[in-house]
């Protein structure tokens, strides 16, 4: 889950996720979904209709990675991108995004990104989730 929310601190327009979001806990996920808007949601059902919520997308209506650009803005090193659907390789639902990384001498960058519209006069902070 990919979820994006107000919170007053500065003027944004645009997000991108990278490979990096791999290197979150799952001990430090568990904590978040406890606290903030994620605790009002268990299991993130229904928390895209919550008005604090900009932007959310669980990965459940994907079949392929080419069919991200239906909700985002563009989705770099496709062949670097799966919809994981192995039982322990989600959060909730039945689905998630796996970046992977190549053993590589020249730089590799998987990302999503997703421009705001309108812009936000907020910190726009992310919840996602490692399992």
């Keep these: 889950m990919i979820l994006l929310c107000a919170n007053r ?4 327009r645009f997000v991108s996720f990278s490979a990096a979001i791999a290197f979150l806990t799952a ?3 568990a904590k978040l979904a406890d606290i ?13 209709s919550d008005p604090a919520v ?3 997308d669980d990965f459940e209506s994907y079949t392929s990675p080419s069919q991200l650009t239906t909700k985002w803005d563009g989705a770099y090193q496709l062949p670097n991108i799966r919809i994981a659907t192995e039982a322990g390789n989600f959060f909730a639902g039945s689905k998630s995004l796996e970046f992977s990384l190549p053993i590589s001498t020249a ?3 998987n990302s999503l990104k997703k421009h705001l519209s309108p ?11 490692k399992v």
Excluded at 36 to 48: E, H, Q, S, T, W
Excluded at 119 to 129: F, M, T
């Design 9 to 12: 601190t500065r003027r944004t």
């Design 27 to 29: 001990g430090v996920t």
């Design 36 to 48: 903030g808007i994620a605790a009002r949601y268990p299991g993130d059902k229904n928390i895209a």
């Design 54 to 56: 900009i932007f959310a």
């Design 107 to 109: 730089e590799v960058s």
């Design 119 to 129: 812009e936000q006069e907020h910190r726009v902070p992310q919840s996602i989730y």
